[in-house]
């Protein structure tokens, strides 16, 4: 047996991928460094850039770093390690062989130990190894007893703590007793006590409640000693005395305290009822729950409140992983909750006449009501201690009920725990496994009343006997509290003068384990006297009656009720009961029964069950040959015995259920015994296969039916699973032979192994008695409590004369069942099967035979009788998997698992031929009715057989591809390691071996049918199977993941044998590749940390979506890479060619696409490198394309998703699918019971949807899973640090090894298409790939074999690259560039020397390397661009070692080469210093977009880059929503576009160049291509770009226009239609002319519309100055700021001041409130200050005359102004007279709008007015808003009033009435005043005008409510008009005098008004 099962772990039904298994293959990783999780999170990114911002710059001023200090930066850096040998000339085989072993070093081994197993609840194949049948717990209750406190303490008292349950009226446990007397008290008992037995002084103790419930009350009982009086009287003193006045009352009780010493005295035997109290347990349990740990709970009555929910308990037999069983109710688990500490206050005294459990009942009821009766009886006050916990696993110190120590024990002195003996409310189905025998005596009433005499204080002492004399009495009874262990007799408590007494006492008795009929139980009844008199004795017997315990074999158990004899019975009167009227005898009450006792037995040894009874003494009888038998009444006689026999095995299905699991093991062990050995019964052999065969197959499905949830997976009954596992054996047929069961051969190497699945024996080695079968009811007088070595049923030495092999007698059986008998078996077939092969292997065993050859194993009839079983079960499932779809299930299952046991012991060519009896019939079904639940059952059946241990040598995968002579050879299993391995693969035609063609499939059988039927079910045609993708890839991937992991194959030339089993996967993937799930397309939804995957070009011309954060849009980026968008890619890939064709099948979820690529890679890493490259030559291009786009999804599928992605999908919560929720809501609503749903599903079946398919979910989920959904979510959520980083990990090694795998298929394409004739396009497809993966995030260590291979790639074709794929080569510069800026150094290093390489191959071809020149710089301006985290420093070292490389290069130092290279190094590294500062504004909008407008301006003499930065900045600008700025940088590109094309062709048509465009901005004229260095467009990779066309400028244009037309810039939309339309008119385009048309009747539509202009607002624009040397180069800037319309001044202020706080820190910036000049000097030099200063147009009188229309007045401005007011002593405010106004009119470098927000300020200058031409100006403002608010239409009321209010109102504090006062009282003495003094009168003449005008229109408006408003108004005006009359009608003489000099006074005006300049 050993050798059979050697490798018995390693087949994948025991050889689990379990997580911890996982984790010990995945010890040692290497950690891959990866650049994703070098680079810091955004947040200390900034911290490290921060130095860097602190030296921004403004950007117009400062000249473009020159070239001198560019080259002296890089001089300066340190190159990366060159890499050596890099240029020398090696030949290409060479530089090949060096890759591979670079490659091929440490690589990880095992490819699956980086993949997670498959999400899979359990796989079908797993079989759970059976729990070890132990003893059963419920949960377990620790109760710790602390103390017992009374208000008075006179003597001892004695407690009893048991369970009831008040719901089934039962006591649920057996009494615990304990007392906690103090030693002192103890002593008052002296003279009754022997030495007590540590046993007795337990103080605690372990409850185990099977079914919990709101029920469950712990009862707490309180003797005292007998005394005179009843209980009432015995009570008072507790109740009436106080702990507090114990002083006082010292005489009472030290008299209370003399009687009770002589109570003690001379009754201390005696016991009497004293107290009571109840904890309602779930109360303790549920509030313990919910407070904290030790809680002290004080429990008085008034607490005991509240009704309890009522909550059945469903589960016969919960499991938890305690040692024993443990089970319960969910709702009222005990498991959990915190351990808390009682105090109990409040104890009622017993009521004599309620004693019994009925009234206890009814109390415990009541006390769950409010209005408890209880609550109003006097309570005795005490204070009684407990703790209360859940039980720990392992408990020190504890004895079982039957007094035996449970280890650990380790000092047997100590006080121990006790467990105690719970009685279960409902059955309890587990099978007996230990020895146990005890009889509980209840003695319940006792009804004296009719007796004459004086019986009043009656107690009952009870005795077991083994005989008649009054010495026979065994100590079996066990005491109670500090006492012996045991007792010959125990007394019941008294109740005082009562006759008629009830008892509550229990009375525990160890039952001998063999009775005899002499063993009885006798009750003696006596009076005791209370008070001491003379010649009284102290007790008087006044009757006797008795119970035998055996009647006619059988133990007597039950409710007696007992007559009682006055005398002593007669002699032999045990034998008879004493219901039978014995002569002579006197009787109380004339022989009626007046004694209630109940007895109950718990024993593993009687069954208490007639039928089984019979059924044991029938065989037992048989075993020792003892006729006649006595059963009950009959005697039965050897020539009956035989239909006796027959009928009692028949009748055993009439038994209870209970006791068949209890004694199941052994009825089990007899019926096989029966089979095996049938008796011989009067010279003749009676054969019983049959009716055996017929009552297991009863007893198994009775046990499934009722007990079905203690089942597996599988649907295996664990009780009789682990029957087979541990306790099933053959009974050996040679009875000489030792029992195969003896220790030495249990524990000796060499022993029976335990059976078929399980190498391990977890039985004990010794066996208890109760099981030891034959002797379970022998009257022999060892004692079986002493349990030795058990001996076998055979020791007794007997002539065999027919004796059977059960297996061959079972499948006989079997095969000739019929009827219900037959339905039966199938129903449990798993059963008959594993018992089958549990036979067959102890057979061999047994015999010797595990060694001989196969083919001799068995006889024919057996292997006949097999097949006949095979064939019709198979048959059975093809019938009826539509109609019991469960069975089916179950017996597919079952006949898998069976087969799968039979290829270890049987020929394996015979077992093959049963498998293809198998699929023959399913596949003739399968054809004529696709069913896709069908092919399921098919798969289960597979991939439980393919679960086998051997499952590789059986495939043969050595021997050639002929075929076999037999179906498959056997191979013995001892010799596969030698033979497998052996014979070389010979050069046949080597498509056979990818193909599934017949050779293969029937060399290797099993790895066949596995491939065959992932094809079927790939199969796009096969539309029905679509749900089993999931299923099928995870068979795949469950064996291959097990080979991987299976040391026997891991050698790699092993490994290469058995992925050669799997060749054809290969070719099924690809067929299947356009159904799988295309992970190209989810490219970014890892939020990838920046980098340029974002920009990676679309697998075709798609393009892949980008962050939408990035600086670039894709199409911009590919623009400046030099891909357009618009060509196709130039190799169209065969994977989106077909994709609409074949999606519609819908394609594969991305895990099982996952797991079977995983598939296809392992296939690839371990086959054999010549074979494929064989096979890859054979292929034709589109087939190798086709691989190629496999490979390229693979890349995808793998990619490595970084640290960040981990923890950021542990925040998430794991979202399910949709259907996942409607089946939740399915099963909550009802439709199905979740009950047999769950079942259902936890045997593995398919999902039912409503269709009645057996198909849900396409991904075919397990139900319970998504039932516990939420569950699983937090188990998933809160994964710990290490956790996360050890998955990071793992991603990552997987990431690099499927990545090399990659690449090392790509290295066996490349040379298969270096030999052949079309390998330019397979070059193209491989180039894809490794630029694809170098576009994802890959390990350092992969990408420097990735460069290695590139680089030989290039050296062998690089015409390939420079003429072909040029795509593909600026795609190469932008991933080495992106690589040369890498953090890591090793892959600077490589993505250096690529680049070098590329340079110089490319001049090698062609003396320049303009297009890598190009290509370079183009990528990295994009890569500059689009990538957030990317830092310079490192690519200056790149290129620094780029230099390096071209200085060292001895062969080209005499070229140009090397100069050249330095001409591009330096130029890169310009445009990276600017762009770099680019990076460092990222957060600053403002600074961005000015850095970008820098570069754009660098870029001047390379349209193509200003362009692109243009386009960025439009983009830029569209993302904030600034379309004017948008159209503006859609301008500037058209009129640079058209000052190109009209270099290249001068069409009338089209635009001069800029100049055109001055109408739409006067900024444009920058566009003009003039200076020196300008660059011919004819150039190659000039102005190549798709905008340098007509139809670009035009594209452009059309652009432009919709940016101005949402920017509302109506009149410009115009202007760009006006270079538009000469274009289309000579075109003659007229439906774009007529679009045009439209678009502008739209526009002008709406310029009529909008006239006022206050409906569309352009902008609002603030001076903004910067000082501090904080800014840098901002420092003392100041520029004007547009910003969106209606932006108040608080806003821009909190914007820039929290934007620069964040910067520099809060308390560093302030903003400077006022718009006074600033004096720097005065500012704190450490801090940085802004001013901000709200700024209107300012237009001179003359622009007026041009600009009229609201737009007019918002369009093309360059002078802003605001006022500050200031006085001359330094106030901004004072007095009317002396407030004086200064204007500032500020002039900018461009006109707004520009294609930037912010424009520096270039001039300045300042106007300063007087205090009167301050006044002037506020009345001739005030005069217009009254007019305007006056002829207003329509008319608003509101306003109106709001400016009369402000005109006329007495209050207004310097209002017009004071500036007229101040100004106008006297006449200036200053004549140079005289004018203004005029203006300012005239201006009051026109103002009071005005207010009258607004009265009138206000008259007109009011309602009546106002009148009176209106009338106040008025008096107002004409008070202020009297007021002013005086002043308005003043004027100045010397004005109106005619004057000759009136020049001079205009002189003198204009210098008063001080016009100061600042340029």
């Known amino acids: 047996m050993a050798c059979s099962f050697r490798y018995h772990k390693l087949g994948t039904g025991f050889n689990p991928n379990t997580l911890d298994k996982q984790k010990e293959r995945q010890k040692g990783l290497p950690k891959q460094v990866f650049e994703a999780d070098e680079m810091p999170d955004s947040s200390s990114y900034q911290d490290d850039q921060d130095d860097l911002k602190r030296r921004s710059m403004s950007i117009d001023d400062t000249p473009r770093g020159s070239w001198a200090c560019s080259i002296f930066d890089l001089k300066n850096s340190l190159p990366d390690a060159l890499l050596p040998h890099l240029l020398d000339r090696a030949p290409n085989e060479e530089i090949d062989r060096h890759n591979e072993d670079q490659r091929k070093a440490n690589r990880h081994r095992e490819l699956f130990a980086l993949h997670p197993a498959l999400d899979e609840e359990e796989p079908v194949e797993r079989h759970c190894v059976p729990e070890v049948p132990k003893e059963h717990f419920g949960q377990r209750l620790l109760v710790k007893c602390l103390s017992l406190k009374f208000e008075i ?6 407690a009893s703590l048991a369970l009831y349950d008040v719901k089934e009226k039962k006591k649920i446990s057996e009494n615990f007793f304990f007392d906690l007397n103090s030693e002192q008290t103890k002593a008052m008992l002296r003279p009754h006590i022997q030495t007590a037995a540590i046993s007795t002084l337990a103080r605690s103790a372990i409850f185990s409640i099977t079914y919990p419930s709101q029920d469950v009350f712990l009862v707490i009982k309180l003797e005292k000693v007998l005394q005179q009086g009843d209980i009432g009287e015995c009570a008072e003193p507790y109740m009436v005395f106080k702990e507090s006045d114990a002083a006082k009352n010292k005489e009472k009780l030290e008299k209370l305290r003399g009687q009770s010493e002589q109570f003690c005295q001379r009754l201390g035997r005696y016991r009497m009822p004293f107290a009571w109290t109840a904890i309602h347990l779930m109360n303790i349990v549920n509030s313990a729950g919910s407070l904290e740990r030790d809680t002290e709970l004080e429990m008085s009555l008034s607490e005991r409140k509240g009704s309890w929910s009522e909550r059945r308990n469903s589960s016969i037999m919960g499991r938890r992983s305690l040692e024993r069983t443990t089970s319960g109710d969910e709702s009222c688990s005990l498991t959990g909750f915190r351990p808390a500490t009682l105090t109990i206050t409040n104890f009622f005294k017993q009521e004599g006449d309620r004693l019994s459990d009925e009234d206890l009942y009814k109390f415990l009821a009541d006390m769950r009501r409010p209005s408890s009766v209880l609550r109003r009886l006097r309570p005795i006050t005490a204070q009684l201690k407990l703790d209360i916990s859940p039980a720990p696993e392992n408990p020190h110190y504890c004895l079982t009920p039957d007094l035996l120590q449970v280890k650990p024990y380790p000092d047997s002195r100590v006080r121990p725990t006790r467990e105690i003996l719970e009685f279960p409310a409902r059955d309890v189905y587990v099978p007996n496994t230990i020895y146990r025998n005890l009889l509980y005596v209840n003695p319940q009433s006792l009804n004296f009343a009719n007796r004459q005499g004086s019986a009043r204080n009656i107690t009952v002492k009870v005795q077991f006997m083994n005989g008649e004399d009054p010495s026979n009495a065994m100590p079996v009874i066990f005491g109670k509290s500090s006492c012996a262990d045991f007792y010959k007799e125990a ?37 005791v006297s209370c008070q001491q008199k003379q010649n009284t004795p102290l007790e008087t017997p006044v009757g006797y009656t008795w119970i035998p315990m055996l009647q006619n074999g059988r133990l007597r158990t039950g409710h007696f009720c007992l007559p009682v004899s006055l005398e002593k019975p007669p002699q032999s009167y045990s034998v008879l009961s004493p219901d039978v009227p014995l002569p002579g005898m006197k009787w109380v009450d004339n022989h009626r029964g007046v004694f209630n006792v109940e007895v109950v037995a718990v024993s593993t040894i009687h069954t208490q069950d007639q039928y089984l009874d019979k059924f044991f003494a029938l065989v037992h009888a048989l075993d020792e040959h003892m006729f006649p038998v006595r059963i009950g009444d009959m005697r039965i006689m050897e020539n009956n015995l035989e239909t006796e026999l027959k009928s009692s095995i028949a009748a055993l299905n009439s038994s209870q259920l209970e006791p068949i699991v209890r004694f199941l093991h052994l009825l089990l062990d007899k019926l096989v015994l029966l089979v095996v050995r049938p008796p011989v019964i009067a010279g003749q052999i009676v054969n019983l296969g049959q009716a055996c065969f017929e009552v297991m197959a009863s007893i198994v499905n009775r046990l499934h039916k009722y007990l079905d949830t203690n089942q597996d997976m599988h649907g295996r009954n664990s009780l009789l699973s682990s029957y087979i596992h541990y306790v099933f054996r053959l009974p050996s047929t040679d009875p000489n032979s030792p029992s195969p069961d003896t220790n030495s051969s249990l524990t000796g190497p060499g022993g029976l192994g335990g059976s078929v699945h399980y190498a391990t024996m977890a039985r004990s080695a010794v066996r208890p008695a109760s099981l030891n079968l034959n002797r379970s009811r022998s009257l022999s007088n060892s004692n079986p409590d002493i349990s030795g070595t058990p001996t076998s049923p055979d020791d007794e030495v007997r002539s065999i004369i027919g004796s059977k092999l059960f297996h061959e007698e079972l499948a006989l059986q079997w095969v000739v069942s019929s009827g219900s008998v037959r339905e ?13 092969v549990k036979s067959i292997i102890h057979h061999l065993y047994f015999t010797d035979r595990l060694e001989s050859p196969r083919k001799n194993r068995f006889p024919e009839r057996f292997m006949d009788d097999i097949t006949a079983l095979v064939s019709t079960i198979a048959g059975d499932i093809v019938s009826r998997f539509q109609k019991d779809l469960e069975l089916v299930e179950r017996l597919n299952m079952s006949l898998a698992f069976f087969l799968n046991d039979l290829l270890s012991v049987m020929d394996r060519g015979f077992v093959f031929s049963l498998i293809r009896a198998y699929w023959k019939q399913v596949s003739t079904k399968l054809y004529a009715l696709q069913n896709p639940t069908l092919e399921s059952l098919r798969l289960d059946f597979l991939r439980i057989v393919c679960s086998h241990e051997h499952y590789v040598t059986l495939n043969l995968p050595c021997s050639l591809l002929t075929p076999p002579a037999s179906p498959s050879p056997s191979v013995s299993s001892a010799t596969s390691q030698s033979s497998g391995f052996s014979t070389h693969v010979q050069d046949q035609k080597i498509a056979n071996m990818f193909e599934l063609s017949v050779p293969f499939r029937e060399q290797h059988y099993l790895a066949g049918l596995v491939l065959s039927e992932l094809s079927v079910i790939l199969d796009p045609d096969n539309e029905g199977m679509f749900g089993l993708h999931k299923k099928v890839v995870s068979v795949v991937h469950n064996l291959l993941s097990s080979h991987d992991s299976d040391p026997r194959y891991a050698d790699p030339e092993v490994k290469a044998r058995v992925a050669m089993l799997y060749l054809p996967l ?5 067929e299947a590749l356009p159904q799988l799930h295309d992970f190209t397309e989810s490219h970014n939804q890892w939020g990838r940390p920046g980098g340029p995957q974002g920009a990676a070009v679309g697998t075709s011309g798609e393009e892949t979506e980008g962050e939408g954060n990035s600086m670039i849009s894709q199409t911009v980026a590919m623009a400046i890479a030099g891909t357009s968008t618009a060509s196709p890619m130039s190799r169209p890939s065969s994977f989106l060619l077909n994709s609409q064709a074949s999606r519609q099948h819908g394609s594969f979820s991305a895990e099982s696409s996952r797991s079977l690529l995983i598939c296809l890679l392992w296939v690839l890493k371990n086959a054999d490198e010549l074979v494929l490259q064989k096979w890859f030559t054979d292929l034709s291009v589109s087939q190798l394309n086709r691989l190629l786009d496999l490979l390229y999804l693979c890349v995808s599928c793998f990619e490595y998703k970084g640290k960040k992605a981990f923890e950021r999908m542990n925040s998430l919560t794991f979202k399910k699918s949709k259907d996942m929720k409607a089946k939740l809501e399915e099963a909550i609503l009802g439709s199905i019971g979740a009950r047999q749903e769950m079942v259902r599903r936890s045997r593995g079946q398919l999902e039912r949807s409503p269709s009645g398919s057996a198909f849900g979910s396409q991904e075919n989920l397990r139900w319970r899973k998504d039932m516990t959904h939420w569950r699983q979510n937090s188990e998933k959520m809160d994964k710990t640090r290490a956790e996360l980083e050890h998955e990071a990990l793992i991603d990552g090694n997987l990431a690099t090894e499927a990545n090399l795998i990659i690449l090392d298929t790509l290295e066996i394409i490349v040379q298969t298409a270096s030999v052949t004739e079309s390998k330019e396009s397979i070059l193209g497809g491989v180039l894809k790939v490794l630029l694809h993966s ?13 460069f290695a291979t590139q680089r030989a790639l290039v050296s062998k074709f690089p015409e390939l690259l420079f003429e072909e794929e040029t795509e593909q080569c600026a795609d190469l510069c932008l991933r080495l560039l992106r690589s040369c800026s890498s953090s890591i150094s090793t892959i600077r290093s490589h993505a250096s020397a690529s680049l070098y390489l590329l340079m110089r191959q490319n001049f090698e071809i062609g003396n320049n390397f303009a297009r890598v020149k190009m290509q370079v710089t183009m990528s990295l301006s994009s890569l500059v661009g689009t990538s957030q985290n990317f830092n310079e420093e490192f690519l200056r070292r790149s290129l620094k070692t780029i230099l390096t490389y071209a200085e060292e290069d001895l062969e080209l130092r005499e070229t140009t080469f090397p100069d050249q290279v330095q001409d591009l190094v330096f130029n890169l590294h310009m445009i990276l210093s600017d762009t770099v500062k680019m990076k460092e504004h990222q957060e600053d909008p403002e600074m961005l977009i000015d850095l970008m407008y820098r570069i754009a301006k660098g870029y001047q003499t390379s349209p193509d880059l200003r362009l692109t930065w243009l386009q960025n900045m439009a983009g830029k600008h569209s993302e904030r929503n600034n379309h004017a700025e948008a159209a503006q940088c859609l301008v500037h590109s058209a009129a640079l576009v058209a000052e190109y094309l009209s270099m290249l062709e001068d069409r009338k048509y089209l635009p001069v160049g800029c100049v055109t465009f001055q109408n739409i901005s006067s900024n444009v004229l920058e566009e003009s291509a003039v200076s020196d260095d300008v660059v011919s467009p004819d150039e190659e990779g000039i102005c190549s770009g798709k905008y340098f066309t007509e139809i670009g400028l035009v594209g452009l244009l059309e652009q432009a226009a919709a940016s101005f037309s949402m920017a509302g810039m109506y009149e410009a939309v115009n202007e760009v239609y006006k270079v538009l339309i000469p274009i289309h008119e000579a075109n003659r385009d007229a439906k774009k002319l007529a679009t045009i048309h439209g678009k502008l009747q739209e526009a002008f539509g709406k310029i009529v519309h909008q006239s006022t202009g206050w409906e569309r607002m352009f902008g609002t624009y603030f001076r903004v100055g910067f000082y501090g040397t904080k800014f840098g180069d901002l420092d003392e800037q100041e520029f004007v700021y547009k910003e969106p319309a209606i932006t108040k001044l608080a806003e821009i202020s909190h914007r820039l001041e929290g934007f620069y706080g964040e910067r520099f820190g ?25 001013q901000i200063t709200y700024v209107e147009p300012y237009f001179d009188t003359y622009e007026m005359k041009d600009r009229i229309t609201y737009f007019d007045k918002n369009y093309n401005l360059r002078r802003f102004v605001y006022c500050t007011p200031f006085t001359l002593d330094g106030r901004a405010h004072g007095d009317l007279h002396e407030q004086f106004k200064r204007k500032t009119i500020l002039t900018t470098s461009h006109a707004f709008p520009y294609i930037k927000t912010r424009i520096n300020i270039i001039h300045k200058e300042e106007i300063i007015s007087t205090p009167i031409e301050v006044a002037i100006e506020d009345m001739q403002k005030k005069t217009q808003e009254l007019a305007f608010a006056t002829h207003q239409d329509p008319a608003d009321a509101k306003m109106l009033q709001m400016v009369l209010q402000g005109s006329v109102g007495t209050t207004v504090n310097q209002g017009p009435l004071e500036v007229a006062q101040v100004f106008l009282s006297e006449i200036p003495s200053d004549p140079k005043l005289y004018r203004h003094h005029n203006k300012l009168r005239l201006c009051f003449k026109d103002f009071t005008k005005r207010c009258e005008d607004a009265l009138r229109k206000n008259k007109s408006l009011i309602g009546p409510d106002q009148k009176e408003y209106q009338r106040e108004l008025e008096r107002n005006y004409h008070r202020l008009k009297e007021a002013l009359q005086p002043l308005i009608n003043r004027k100045i003489p010397q004005l109106y005098k005619p004057v000759l000099q009136v020049n001079s006074h205009r002189d003198s005006f204009s210098r008063m008004s001080l016009r100061k300049l600042d340029i």
């Open 1334 to 1346: 170098m576009a994802c995030n890959q390990s350092a260590l992969y990408l420097q074999h990735c």
């Open 1706 to 1730: 809060e308390d560093q910036v302030e903003v400077i409130k006022d718009s006074n000049p600033v004096d720097k000097c005065k500012l704190d030099p450490n801090k940085a200050f802004i």
């Open 1066 to 1070: 290969i070719s099924i993937v690809m």
């Open 824 to 836: 039966g078996a199938l129903q449990q077939a798993w059963f008959f099967f594993e018992l089958m």
């Open 153 to 158: 303490e006179i003597e001892p008292i004695f």
């Open 491 to 527: 007394y019941t408590a008294v109740v005082y003068h009562n006759r008629s007494p009830d008892f509550h006492d229990e009375i525990k008795i160890k039952l001998p384990a063999s009775l005899s009929d002499h063993h009885h139980i006798l009750f003696t009844f006596y009076h």
